[in-house]
């Protein structure tokens, strides 16, 4: 039972996406959607198959060298291995630069065979006759070393192989028998660039590679063709590889001083000469100027084979994932919501994984050639800006719409605060201080029974848009409409310095706006009554409010009850706008005079009120004040001040009836309203 009410939940949120789906999509619209599904298309294709597009690859295997050279160890000369060359110096003792001097060549394979290597490999192409042929056939016919010749096909090579010269080959190694002697594919392949990355493919018409020729093992190698590990030298004076000079190896009376340097190691002979079989390597390439000799890639093969290192590539699956992975990451970051630094902190992050991960799995032996490192950059940014400018189209819409909405009950700078930073409107209630204010519009209901319902509607939304306008003014969040009633407070979402001093101004404003009001009412409508507004400082629980799928932004609490029994009691105290103690107290503004305590209902106590009189000098609300307090502490004689300013002022309503209650409660008293 429990697991199937389990899967009636998930079936119910499935469907309950399916809306939410089609929502998205009619607001992103067909066009959008279109454009932004192209460019995720290519954004993944690109981050699949950058080494495949022009530039792109030059730029992947710019990146491939570095982690190959950074990634490269560090090694002593390796005992295993000795290189035998020809070079300058062969050339101009010999007078011979093309084809190089076989006589040399044989004295050199006779004089190593005396020192007992474990295998000689030859790195030369005899494709040519020349005099001192048999000389070298002679002494291949003598050795006791298996010696491995270099080999090439006309088939294979057709750009430096010709079929006469394989033919002269072939024909070369059968005079030869029955000697120790056995062909060899010297076959190396750059890339397009002309750089050696990679180990190369060997025909099945070929032999060997001279690396399997020599090891005369290591099958796994013979179809091996991922990336070539190139060693670099621990210390400058100390090369990975020895080198010697073919004319010093095969002079006779040095034979047992080099003993040491040949025996047991695998040698290799070729061309150590400018310009002739020089090849470009990730290193090099990177240390502009520098070149490496055919002669020392085979030697490189050869320590990588005895080592058995043969890095894993990354299957064509896993790129995929990798790819797919990119595309959704820069996606889901383009629709993240954050704040800008939180956002940039999370690229550099985003970034730094997709530059750092390569070299890590270099350096574990993982093998990031064919890796498309720039293409994962190039498909990151097609994903987000593709999905970030849908989204920016859909955000625009719905926060032009959203800030509409809110500045229907905010003022524009808090709406477009809210905009930006919407974790400072809780979702759910906080206690917060606030500033409440209540308005009414005096005998409007009797009004509305006077007068055409349509006429009812038009007075109503005038009014109600004339004052809800001057609380955006003030800077207050409009809560509701009750009637003809607004309740607005200031404090939250977002309070100010001055809240205070807005929430009065705003209720003084109000008042006026609702006198203009009456004076512009259209001819025929009965008299409207005087709008009267109250102001209270207190705490409230502040937020959204409501059901699931219909919530409001109030306040709830005494201060909102209080400052509705403030507004009722303007029509018992004759004043139009009356303030709590609460809000003098904290106000800088000078224009509050008293007019006594009252007891209102829900409140336990008595409070001082008073009313905003900006149109009264300080000096004159200081006097005021001044009979007042003395008045209050029992000095009686204080109401005849107020009755002499009150036969001044004869159209001062509130004044009059302020001496009239004072004479009712007396010094320290108050007024019980029954409001």
């Known amino acids: 039972m429990a697991g199937s009410g389990e899967g009636a939940s998930l079936a119910a949120r499935i469907l309950a996406f399916g809306p939410v789906f089609r929502k998205t999509l009619k607001q992103i619209g067909a066009t959008r959607l279109v454009v932004t599904a192209i460019f995720l298309i290519l954004g993944l294709a690109f981050a699949r198959y950058s080494w495949n597009v022009i530039l792109a690859k030059d730029a992947e295997r710019a990146l491939f060298d570095v982690r190959l050279l950074l990634a490269s160890p560090h090694v002593e000369t390796d005992p295993r291995i000795a290189m035998v060359t020809f070079t300058e110096d062969t050339l101009r003792l010999t007078g011979r630069r093309s084809p190089l001097d076989r006589s040399m060549l044989a004295k050199g394979l006779l004089a190593l065979d005396r020192m007992k290597p474990k295998a000689i490999g030859i790195d030369i192409l005899i494709d040519q006759p020349t005099p001192e042929d048999q000389i070298l056939i002679d002494a291949f016919r003598t050795m006791k070393t298996p010696t491995y010749l270099g080999f090439a096909s006309h088939a294979t090579n057709t750009t430096f192989m010709t079929l006469d010269q394989e033919n002269f080959l072939r024909d070369f190694l059968r005079q030869t028998k029955p000697g120790n002697v056995h062909p060899t594919s010297i076959r190396l392949l750059a890339d397009e660039d002309g750089?050696?990355?990679?180990?190369?493919?060997?025909?099945?018409?070929?032999?060997?590679?001279?690396?399997?020729?020599?090891?005369?093992?290591?099958?796994?190698?013979?179809?091996?063709?991922?990336?070539?590990?190139?060693?670099?030298?621990?210390?400058?004076?100390?090369?990975?590889?020895?080198?010697?000079?073919?004319?010093?190896?095969?002079?006779?009376?040095?034979?047992?001083?080099?003993?040491?340097?040949?025996?047991?190691?695998?040698?290799?002979?070729?061309?150590?000469?400018?310009?002739?079989?020089?090849?470009?390597?990730?290193?090099?390439?990177?240390?502009?100027?520098?070149?490496?000799?055919?002669?020392?890639?085979?030697?490189?093969?050869?320590?990588?084979?005895?080592?058995?290192?043969?890095?894993?590539k990354i299957p064509g699956w896993g790129l995929w994932l990798i790819a797919l992975s990119v595309i959704t990451l820069g996606a889901l970051t383009a629709v993240s919501n954050m704040k800008i630094w939180k956002l940039g902190l999370l690229l550099l992050v985003q970034a730094g994984a997709i530059a750092a991960v390569p070299f890590i799995w270099q350096f574990h032996g993982i093998d990031t050639q064919g890796l498309p490192v720039f293409g994962w950059l190039i498909g990151w940014v097609f994903a987000y800006s593709a999905v970030g400018t849908a989204a920016r189209g859909i955000g625009s819409e719905q926060r032009n719409f959203a800030q509409s909405a809110l500045g229907k009950y905010l003022p524009g700078d808090i709406a477009k605060d809210i905009m930006k930073n919407p974790e400072r409107l809780q979702l759910h209630g906080e206690k917060r201080e606030i500033y409440a204010l209540f308005s009414d519009l005096e005998g409007f209901t009797k009004l509305s029974h006077q007068i055409e319902p349509e006429m009812v509607a038009f007075l109503l939304n005038k009014y109600l848009d004339v004052l809800s306008e001057t609380v955006l003014e003030h800077g207050g969040t409009i809560d509701k409409f009750v009637g003809d009633a607004i309740v607005a407070f200031w404090g939250a979402p977002i309070s100010r310095p001055d809240d205070c001093e807005r929430a009065v101004r705003c209720a003084v404003a109000m008042y006026e706006a609702g006198e203009q009001f009456r004076r512009e009412a259209p001819e025929g409508v009965p008299p409207i009554g005087v709008t009267r507004v109250g102001v209270h400082f207190g705490e409230a629980i502040v937020g959204n409010f409501g059901g699931e799928g219909r919530i409001q932004y109030t306040a709830l609490g005494d201060s909102m009850n209080t400052a509705s029994r403030l507004e009722g009691a303007n029509k018992y105290l004759k004043t139009k706008t009356l303030v709590s103690d609460t809000v003098v107290e904290r106000s800088t503004l000078s224009c509050f005079r008293p007019v006594g305590r009252i007891a209102v209902s829900g409140r336990s106590t008595p409070m001082e009120v008073f009313e905003p009189v900006f149109d009264f000098s300080e000096a004159r609300v200081q006097q005021f004040t001044d009979i007042f307090r003395r008045y209050d502490a029992g000095d009686e004689g204080a109401l005849a001040e107020f009755e002499k300013m009150a036969a001044e002022n004869p159209d001062d309503k509130a004044l009059a009836n302020l001496i009239e209650r004072l004479r009712e409660v007396g010094p320290g008293g108050y007024s019980a309203l029954d409001k």
Do not use: C
């Not at 004076?237 to 080198?243: A, L």
């Open 195 to 312: 750089v050696m990355r990679s180990w190369p493919n060997q025909p099945p018409e070929l032999p060997p590679l001279m690396a399997n020729s020599l090891t005369g093992g290591y099958h796994q190698f013979r179809s091996y063709q991922g990336s070539i590990r190139y060693r670099l030298p621990k210390f400058e004076d100390r090369p990975v590889f020895d080198k010697f000079p073919i004319e010093i190896i095969a002079n006779p009376d040095l034979i047992e001083a080099f003993r040491p340097q040949i025996e047991g190691r695998y040698i290799m002979i070729g061309g150590d000469i400018p310009d002739v079989d020089q090849f470009i390597t990730p290193a090099s390439r990177i240390r502009k100027g520098e070149t490496t000799i055919g002669l020392e890639i085979h030697a490189t093969l050869l320590a990588q084979m005895l080592d058995q290192v043969m890095p894993r």
